[in-house]
């Protein structure tokens, strides 16, 4: 079992960035591929970027096509926290940011057991 809290949330305007933080309860976080999904209003929830456990790949990172060269994932296992640095923001990009973990991961089809709250980050153009 692990906890997810999300922070960092907010509005911004276009062009702007923002630096969600996701805090993890468990003490095995290093073994957990933790990711970011979104979800907009009316739409379905989508993977943003995941970033592997660092037993596997040493920590590799995916990103979705929209937020390529954008998005930055990446974590500190000393502080049980995984970030997404979030640059040159779209209206496009406003939704609801969710952090997910698992110990497994299944790439393009991955859907984690473990989820935040959310936080909301609204765009404005």
């Known amino acids: 079992q692990v906890q997810l809290v999300e922070s960092g949330g907010g509005l911004v305007q276009a062009g702007g960035s923002l630096r969600l933080s996701c805090a993890a309860s468990n003490r095995t976080f290093n073994r957990y591929y933790m990711g970011w999904f979104r979800q907009a209003p009316g739409k379905e929830r989508e993977f943003v970027s995941a970033i592997t456990a660092i037993s596997w790949r040493g920590g590799s990172t995916y990103y979705s096509d929209s937020v390529k060269g954008r998005f930055t994932i990446s974590r500190d296992n000393s502080k049980n926290t995984v970030y997404l640095q979030m640059n040159s923001l779209k209206p496009e990009d406003t939704a609801v940011y969710y952090c997910?973990?698992?110990?497994?991961?299944?790439?393009?089809?991955?859907?984690?057991?473990?989820w935040g709250q959310g936080t909301q980050v609204t765009v404005s153009s």
């Open positions: 997910a973990a698992d110990t497994l991961y299944s790439g393009s089809n991955w859907w984690p057991a473990y």
